[in-house]
C-alpha cells in the first residue's frame, strides 16, 4: 500500500496520544503514514512542510503539493544552534537567517514546481527545535496539516541518535502526514 491512516487516541486530559503500535508503524513502516488527530471538518486548506533540506523532504513537499492542490504551504525550516546566544549577536542573527531564506529558496527553486504552486508557498525560518517550531505554528496559525519526509530507519538509529519524526508526529497538534522516500529498485 501506498499509504496507512491512523486515528491518534485522545487521552483525558484532550491531548492526543500516539501509542506504541503507530509509533512502531511511523518509525518503520515502508509505506507514507498519515495520523489523524483532529475529527475531519472539511479538506486541509492550510499546510504546514517541514524541511531540512534533503532529498526526503523535498519528495514531502512534493505528496503534499500533489495530494492537495488548492491548499496554500508554508514550507518550514527548523534548526535548533546550539548555544546561540553566546555566539549570535543581533547582526550575526540577521545575516545567518538571511541565508537560510536564501537557501529555502534556493530549495523551492529546484523543487520543480509550477510557478502559480510555487506562489502560493510561503517560504520560513524559525530558530528552535523542529518539533516544537511546528508545534507553535500549528497552535499560531492554525494548519490543518503538518507534512515532513522521513527516511526508513532501524531501532539501532532512534536508539542511539534519535529521530525528529517521531518527537514531531508526537508534538504537533494537527493531523500529520509522514512521507516515505520511494525507494528505488535493486540493479539487476
Known amino acids: 500500500c501506498d499509504l496507512i491512516v491512523l486515528g491518534a487516541s485522545h487521552e483525558r486530559s484532550g491531548h492526543s496520544f500516539l501509542g506504541k503500535t503507530a509509533e512502531a508503524l511511523v518509525?518503520?513502516?515502508?509505506?507514507s503514514v498519515l495520523v489523524v488527530k483532529n475529527r475531519p471538518r472539511e479538506a486541509y486548506r492550510q499546510i504546514l512542510v517541514g524541511t531540512d533540506f534533503t532529498v526526503e523532504s523535498r519528495h514531502g513537499l512534493h505528496v503534499a503539493t500533489t495530494w492537495f492542490p488548492q491548499a496554500s504551504f508554508t514550507l518550514m525550516h527548523?534548526?535548533?544552534?546550539?548555544y546561540q546566544s553566546l555566539w549570535l549577536d543581533p547582526a550575526r542573527r540577521q545575516e545567518f537567517t538571511r541565508l537560510e531564506l536564501a537557501t529555502i529558496e534556493d530549495f523551492l527553486a529546484d523543487a520543480g514546481l509550477s510557478g502559480p504552486l510555487r506562489e502560493r508557498i510561503r517560504p520560513m525560518v524559525?530558530?528552535?527545535h523542529p518539533e516544537m517550531m511546528l508545534r507553535?505554528?500549528?497552535?499560531?496559525?492554525?494548519?490543518?496539516l503538518t507534512v515532513i519526509g522521513a527516511l526508513r530507519r532501524g531501532l539501532t538509529f532512534h536508539m542511539l541518535i534519535g529521530g525528529t519524526s517521531r518527537r514531531i508526529v508526537q508534538?504537533?497538534?494537527?493531523?500529520?502526514l509522514v512521507v516515505r522516500a520511494a525507494t528505488s529498485a535493486a540493479p539487476d
Open 27 to 31: 518509525r518503520k513502516s515502508p509505506a
Open 78 to 82: 527548523a534548526l535548533d544552534i546550539p
Open 126 to 128: 524559525e530558530h528552535g
Open 136 to 144: 507553535n505554528y500549528v497552535l499560531e496559525e492554525g494548519a490543518d
Open 171 to 176: 508534538a504537533v497538534p494537527s493531523d500529520i
